[in-house]
Structure formats: C-alpha cells, structure tokens
C-alpha cells in the first residue's frame, strides 16, 4: 500500500484552540508522521482523523469491541483508550499496513477465502488480534484462537468462519506456498 | 475454494456457487466506506445534551457555558425546534416522537440540547457544558402498571391521556374458546421476551449537508431504507424531493435498528440548515445502547388445547407490548404487532385467538427487530416453548409431539387459521435430518444415563416457520408507500453490467448475490457485474433490507429485470443468428436456434449488437428495471437441536452442539447462507443467555454500555453446525425465501428447552430469558430434586 512508500502528511488537527497542542511523532506503517494535537487525543482519533486513516474502527469507546485494534510495538492494542501522546516515538500498525507490495496478508488472504467477514466493521481490529496471534503461535487450536479474540466482538459472523480464517491464516503462514488469487 | 456448478453448462458465478464475496476486496484492506470515514469540507461536529432522567419537567435550560467553549458555534434546543415546527416528528406507525424536547424528558439518555462546533472534541465540551434544570416526574416502567388505573399519564399530549395505545386482535375468539372447552388437555405459560438492542457494531450517525445556494440537501447516513427515507423528509420538511438525496454509504451491521430515523439525524440536519456547513453526528456506544430503539419487550400468555393423544387444536394468547414513551415500532403499517400472528407456527391449530396490548412506558422507543422479520421471533419463541410445555405435561417426546402434529408436506400452500398461506414447506423432512446428524437417539440415552448419576444434561428442539419478504402490496405498506422492491439493470456494449437496487446491504452481501442472479439469468458471468445500492440518485426506488426481504423482493426483481431483457435480447439475437424470434431459445444460457443448439449467440455479442446492429426500428441499448411486488410473503422453515449441559456448581449453562437445519428454499451462494445461519444462531444465543435491558424503578438504564451488556464473544459461542433441506419457494422466480433473520428467530426456543429439559429433575417448566447463571443456580439451590 502506499502508506509505507512515504510519510504521511498530516491532513488535519484536532485542537479548536482549547489545550495547549502538543507534537506527537509516531511511525506508522513505517512511515514517520508528526502532528500537533489535544493532549488528550485518542490515538484512534489521531489515525483516523488526523492521518486519514480510517480502517481502524470505533465500535464501543470502552475497550470491550476491539474494532479499534492495532499494534503499537508489535503489541496489539485498542486505540480507543490510549492517548496518542502514549505512541509517541513508537510503531504503529494498522489495518492499512497489513498488505504489502500489493499482495493481501496471509490473515487477509484467509479471512476472504473463509468469508471471515460480513459487514467489515469489527474486521479491521479481528484482523490486527489475528497477525498479533499468529505471531506467536502460528497453529493455534480452535480454543486458543477464541480465547485471542475474545476482545474482539463481531456481531455477524458468529465467529464460526473467523476462527477457521486464523486457523488457515496460520497454515498459509507455514506454508511457503502462495496464496491464491486475491479479491 | 469456488465449487462449480455441476452441470456441463453453467455461468461463472451463478446460482448455487460459493463464489467469494466482490465486497470484501475493500473491508479486507480498512477501505470501507462508512459513514464515520467520510470528511466534507468545512464540516461541523454536533454532540447532544442527554437526560440523566426517565420522567421530568424541563424548568431551564442555560446555554451560555457551551457557546463560550472555545470551537462551539451553535446550540440547538426543543424551543428553536419548536418555532420551525420539528420539535415533534410522525413515527412509522402515526404517532409521533421528540426530536427535542420543549418542556418534558419522557426517557433516560433523552435528547435534550444540540451543540455544533468546529471539532468532535469540542462539540463533546460543550455538550457538557449546557445546563438543565429539571423537576423530576413520576416514572412509569412496568407496562402492567401503565395499564392499570390511576397510573401517572406519561403521554399527556395525546387526547386518550392513558398509557393504553392500542388493542389489536386477530382469530376467532368464540371458536377458540369453545375449543378450549372442549378439550381434553390445556397448558398454559407466561412468557417474558425482554427487551435488548441490536448492537451492530457500527453505531448510528450521519452528514447532513444543506447547500443553501443550489437548495440540495444530502445526508449520509446509516439507514437500511435510503428511498423510504428521503420521502418521509420530503414530507416532514417540505423539502422537495428531487432536492433531497439520501446515501447509504457501507453500514456496519443493521439488524433493524437502523429502520428507525433517530433525533440525532434531524438535529444534524436542523445543524447543517442553520449554520451552511456539512453536520457529521456520530453516536457513541454508550448513546447508542440507551436511546436508540430496542427489540422485544413482550409480555406473553398463552394457552395451548390438545387431545389427549397430542393432536393440538386451538392456542389462545395475550400479550401487552411494552413500546417506550411512543409507538416507533418499525412495521408494516397495517400491522401494529408485526407479523405476530404467525404464532401458530408449523402446525396446523383449527382455532386460534390472538390480542395484543401495547402500553406507554418510561422508556426509549422499542418495537424495531433485532434480526427479525416484525414480531415473528416473539411468536416463535411462544409456539416452540409451549410445544415443549404440552409434550411435557403429556409425557411425550417433544420431537414424537412435533412429528405427530406438523402440517404434512402435501397440505402446501396451506392456509393458517390466523389467515397466512404459507408457500412451501416440509417440516418432518427439516427436523428428521436434524435428529440424525445429532443421533437424537443416542443423546436421549446418554441423557438418561447422566440423569442417574445426577448430571444435567438437556436436549431442546425448535421446529420453526418463518414469514418474511414483506411483502404483497395489498396488505404491505409504510405510511402508504407498497412494499415492492426494485432492480435496474444494464448492460453496456461490452457485455458487462451494472446494476442497481432499491434495497441495502448491511453485511448480507447483496453485491455478491445479486450478482449471481444476474450471472444465472443472464449468462454473464457475476465477477462482470458490478452491483449498487444506498444512493436514492442513482438506484431505483424500494423499501429497503430488514425483514430478510431484499431477497424475496429485490433478488426478485432481478431475476424479472433480467428475463425482460432477455426479451429483447431474443428479438436481437433471432436478428443476428438471421432466423425468426419463434425460432429462438434462451437454453444453456445462450440463445440458440431450437434444434440447432449449435448455432448460438451468447448474450455478450447479443449486447454488443444492441448498440452497434440492433434491428431497425427497435430502440437501441440493452436494459431494464423492474418494481416486484411479492404475490405471497416467503415461509423459511427449520429445525434445530441444541445440547446443553448445565454445571451444578456455577449454574453456567453450556452449550455442546447446536445442529441447525434450515430450508430457505433455493440457495443462492452456500457459502454466504451458512455465514448467516452462524450469525444468526448466535444473535438467537445472545437474548437466550446473555443479553437483556434492564430498567429499575426510577427508570434508570443498566446495560448502557457493553462494560454491561453481554453481546456474545467468541468464548460463549458455540461451533454451529449446519445443513439444509430445500424446498423452493412456488411463487418466487428462483424459488428463494430469505435466510437472514431464521436463526435469530429459530433458535432461542431451542436454547431454553434444552435447559428447561436439563432442569426437568428439579420440576422446571419454564425460565424466562435470558438464562443467565444465576437464574440456574438458584433453581439448583431451591431444593432437592424431585423424582418422576
């Protein structure tokens, strides 16, 4: 994706002239980004509204949905209750950066061929629980992909298909063969 | 992973393929559209002001603090409402909701005051900083207590001044009741179906855009019934039509609650009026659980009469309706309790008598679906249980007392005593294939082998019939307008198409599906053919997609656009192949010369010709659009198995295995069918065991956020197991009947009567939903088991 071919310019602030702004710098997707906002901006809001990007989604704004989970370090976390100034200086992946040279991630790949998804909203977050997984543990049992995303709720799928999603995610992972033909 | 039809000839893409999904390209990679991600130039913010009360006298209300916020630029009260005449606005079922209130809340989290600004952030503050002065009033929750005299008037603009808003009764009263005396065993049961929120995992919100030069005015918006929509803003705002556009960008997940048109829309759009600038009003979950409107809350009594040798003969019910401080149900207009009167489910009762009552509460407005196709999981969820209840008091296997009564597969179309002509059906066929995948046999021994040993392990069976695809227009209409929906089709030089529908995916898939119609009508394979809906510009007018109608009505419409252009797709193809038009036939999904199968042309070269060699005086180009209106609704049917066993210690109820057996007549695309049999199951899971909006006396809320409300995670989920039976529907074109809400509607009987057939030691009949450990656990905890 072009997101990790250049930096990022910021496309909008959040501050209204209330607090004081402060300059956060986060590399996101590998790609640096610096902005000026309200201490107390959401790391969510900060990549949506002032990045522009607009993947990660807010389903519930109290921790329980995960649709706002990316990773910061490598660490899946949801965006809606840490700070952007808490991601200053570190990495930050989101949805966007999960395709790289315009091939789908194994997970993405997996959750297509699965029908892992139904109306997209919760995908993202599931998406960025499922690589944080595979990540350690690219051949999880059926309890040990539930108990992952436990703090992501999907209100479509009855999971059924988004477990079988990881799972093969996983296999892909494994296997050095390549995925097939991408949506 | 694609399967091919099996056929020689087939359509890349056709009916019956799991082909995968053309909309996912864009999910899979965070590039859906939804109505959050989208930024206009010089857009606003608006944040709403909410009660802390369910029932007060509003004495002041001060606005000075939140237009000294720095970034607040606006507020907007029920008084400036009031002086353009929108404080108020009609409901679908003519009553009429606040937008704003003047001088009275009537529901906790009650939108109060409006604040625009510059940011999120700052509309936030100045939501914060508006002061209400309120008088508390008495609260009213129990809609018992509403009805009963003397209770506190909550609705005291209506002329009435009681809380009742309607008594509704259909069957035959008389003839029930004689029935009932002259039967030989009767059961009766109270029933409670609490009222719970739909949760989509996208919250409710929109863009209003007044552009006061050219007088346009589009809103983006999470609305399942964009056309609807426009329509009823034409007429509550005066607007005229053709200047009002309505976009459905991607919804994230519907389930009805995006039917309704919320206060925040009209606030947004007053918002947008008054200060010349794009409105973005985006709720938080918080809002979005309290004040948007809620499914169920259904007080249920029923009787059931049967010989003594299990043969059912009439079912009498009563119910009273909780709706919240107004009637915002989301039903067809004739139908203040929806479809309801499905209640005699899949058998075939001789007499039948059914009234509702529907009361004024403290509460938000209730009434909308939760996945369902208007009141029918109520009604449902009360013939299953008392199914199992009667089997239980005659000593009978519930699947023998299913058996011995469902209407037989020969008795199609079958008309019901409550008036329905079910299409199509074979009710044995669905439940044996269920009781074989999950040895029905085998559980009842092992069951009985547990039992001794003082296990509690219980089997629940649920045989349901569905009514949906609403619906025929002599009876189907909101606020007038018929229940038709629409497909417009084209097909361009090349062979390819677009096409464009009346109706709204909200996850469904209808990009994928409706293609695979086109594909099988047309022979043009689907990855040719782009689909779209939501933009009341460009897509034809219907009703929109709830009430697993968008299949039965727009899939509908496809298929009749594509045979009407495959009419004059004929006539061109007689005129290329340079033969008569009688001597044409659409066979193997190309025209053909009869008896010369040979001499063909595919609809691509038919379509190239219709813009480059039509035949003289006939209008060039290649399309078609078409308004369906259904000759009968669809009855989906079902039979699922539910295992539950139960811990003795905890109480935890657990599901083992769930075997769902659906028949939603022909199977567009398995793979999407089944992914909403999952979803589904699991939206019928959540109220059996889970969920519930509870109030307490003062009107309070508890579940406002989902720190408290239980939506299901992957951990109390079960593995679903599927399969099917198919018996097309009559009257369809392709013979499908929708599958979306079946197993939110069929499931939750299922649930219960494997719990309460678990319990049965300990004398259980019935436990109301939803069954949460602690319900069990006392239970367990009442006393020692009872023999016999």
């Known amino acids: 994706m072009a997101a990790s071919a250049r930096p990022i310019a910021p496309a909008a602030s959040l501050t209204s002239g209330g607090a004081p702004a402060v300059t956060v710098r986060v590399t996101i997707n590998g790609s640096p980004v610096t902005a000026e906002v309200e201490p107390r901006t959401l790391l969510v809001h900060f990549l949506r509204e002032v990045v522009g990007l607009t993947g990660t989604h807010i389903g519930c704004d109290t921790s329980n949905c995960g649709a706002c989970t990316v990773h910061l370090d490598g660490k899946p976390v949801k965006s809606c209750t840490v700070l952007a100034v808490q991601a200053n200086g570190r990495e930050v992946r989101t949805v966007e950066g999960l395709e790289v040279g315009g091939k789908l991630s194994p997970v993405q790949q997996a959750f297509f061929e699965e029908h892992g998804l139904q109306c997209g909203f919760c995908t993202p977050g599931m998406m960025m629980t499922a690589t944080a997984l595979l990540a350690k543990n690219s051949n999880p049992t059926d309890a040990e992909v539930r108990d992952a995303i436990r703090g992501n709720l999907c209100r479509c799928t009855g999971y059924v298909n988004i477990v079988k999603a990881i799972q093969l995610a996983g296999k892909k992972m494994q296997s050095a063969a390549p995925a097939g033909g991408s949506p | 992973m694609s399967a091919e039809a099996p056929t020689p000839a087939h359509v890349k893409g056709g009916i019956g393929q799991s082909i995968l999904r053309k909309e996912d390209a864009r999910f899979l990679r965070g590039k859906g559209n939804y109505v959050d991600d989208i930024k206009l130039p010089g857009m606003l913010y608006l944040d709403i002001t909410r009660s802390p009360y369910a029932h007060a006298k509003i004495t002041a209300i001060r606005t000075e603090k939140a237009l000294k916020v720095p970034g607040v630029l606006a507020v907007i009260t029920g008084k400036d409402l009031e002086a353009a005449g929108l404080a108020w606005m009609p409901t679908l079922m003519s009553d009429k909701q606040m937008v704003l209130p003047v001088d009275t809340v009537m529901y906790q989290a009650q939108e109060v005051v409006g604040v625009v600004a510059d940011s999120r952030y700052a509309a936030a503050d100045g939501a914060a900083a508006v002061e209400v002065d309120y008088e508390p009033l008495p609260v009213v929750v129990d809609p018992f207590k509403a009805l009963a005299p003397g209770a506190p008037v909550i609705r005291t603009d209506r002329k009435e001044q009681s809380n009742h808003i309607w008594h509704w009764e259909t069957g035959d009263k008389a003839g029930t009741d004689e029935s009932f005396r002259a039967s030989e065993v009767t059961v009766s049961q109270d029933l409670y179906i609490p009222r719970i929120h739909v949760s989509s995992m996208e919250t409710c919100g929109c863009i209003a855009q007044m552009d006061p030069v050219n007088g346009r005015f589009t809103i983006y918006m999470t609305t399942q019934a964009p056309h609807a929509i426009r329509t009823v803003f034409a007429l509550v705002t005066g607007l005229p039509e053709q200047n009002i556009r309505v976009i459905s960008p991607d919804i994230g997940g519907g389930f009805g609650g995006k039917v309704p048109v919320y206060p925040g829309y ?39 009469a049967a010989t003594k040798d299990g043969k059912v003969t009439a079912l009498k019910v009563k119910t009273v309706a909780d709706h919240g401080y107004t009637d915002a149900a989301a039903n067809p207009s004739k139908f203040p309790a929806g479809l309801f009167h499905i209640i005699t489910g899949s058998y075939p009762f001789a007499k039948a008598f059914v009234e509702v009552d529907a009361a004024y509460t403290n509460k938000p407005p209730g009434g909308i679906a939760y996945r369902c196709s208007f009141r029918v999981t109520e009604a449902v969820y009360t013939i299953e249980r008392m199914m199992d209840i009667l089997a239980h008091k005659l000593k009978v296997d519930p699947a023998e007392l299913r058996l011995k009564n469902f209407i037989p597969p020969e008795a199609f179309p079958f008309k019901s005593t409550l008036g329905w002509t079910y299409d199509s059906g074979n009710y044995a066929g669905a439940l ?20 001794r040993k003082g296990e509690l392990m219980g089997i629940g069976i649920s045989s349901f019939t569905e009514i949906v695809g609403a619906g025929p227009s002599q009876q ?26 009346g109706t709204k995916s909200q996850g469904q ?7 695979q119609i086109l594909a099988e009508e047309l022979g043009i394979p689907a990855d040719d053919i782009r689909v779209e809906e939501g933009d009341s510009d460009t897509a034809p007018y219907g009703l929109g997609t709830y009430a697993s109608r968008s299949t039965p009505t727009a899939g509908a419409a496809a298929s009749m656009a594509a045979r009407k252009i495959r009419e004059k797709a004929r006539k061109i193809a007689a005129h290329l192949l340079e033969v008569s038009v009688d001597d044409v036939e659409w066979k193997d999904y190309a025209f053909r010369v009869k008896g010369v199968p040979s001499k063909s042309k595919t609809m691509q070269e038919v379509a190239f010709a219709a813009y480059t060699n039509h035949p003289q005086g006939m209008e060039a180009g290649l399309e078609a659009i078409d308004y369906y209106d259904p000759p009968n609704m669809t009855f989906p049917f079902g039979s699922y198995i539910c295992v539950v066993d139960i811990d003795k210690d905890t109480g935890q109820v657990k599901v083992r295995r769930f075997v769902a057996v659906d028949d939603c007549g022909t199977i567009i695309n398995p793979m999407i069918v089944d992914g909403q049999i999952h979803g589904g199951l699991t939206m019928g899971l959540a109220p059996s065991l889970l969920e519930e909006i509870q109030y307490d006396a003062d009107g309070n809320i508890h579940g406002g956020s989902f720190m408290d409300y239980l939506v299901p995670t992957a951990i109390e989920t079960p ?29 939750p009987p299922a649930i219960v009567n494997a719990v309460v057939d678990a319990l049965q030691p300990y004398g259980v009949e019935h436990i109301d939903i939803p069954i949460h450990p602690w319900k069990v656990w006392q239970i367990l905890h009442a006393g020692p088991p009872k023999t016999g």
Do not use: C
């Open chain 2, 432 to 451: 044996k294939k269920a009781m074989e995948i999950i040895d029905y046999a085998g559980l009842r021994r092992e069951q009985a082998e547990k039992r």
């Open chain 2, 509 to 515: 898939g209808h990009e994928t599906t409706y293609a």
């Open chain 2, 476 to 501: 189907f209409d909101i606020l007038g307008i018929k229940m038709f929906d629409s497909a417009e089709v084209r097909i361009h030089p090349t062979g390819k198409i677009i096409a464009r529908f």
């Open chain 2, 266 to 304: 009209v606030i947004a759009s007053v918002a947008s009026i008054k200060t010349g600038r794009p409105v973005k009003w985006i709720e938080d979950r918080s809002e979005n659980l309290q004040a948007d409107s809620f499914a169920r809350d259904y007080h249920i009594h029923a009787e059931v």
């Open chain 2, 719 to 747: 593995r679903w197991e599927t399969a099917k039976t198919v018996t097309p529907s009559p009257h369809h074109p392709i013979g499908a009947k929708g599958v979306g809400e079946s197993a939110t509607v069929g499931a």
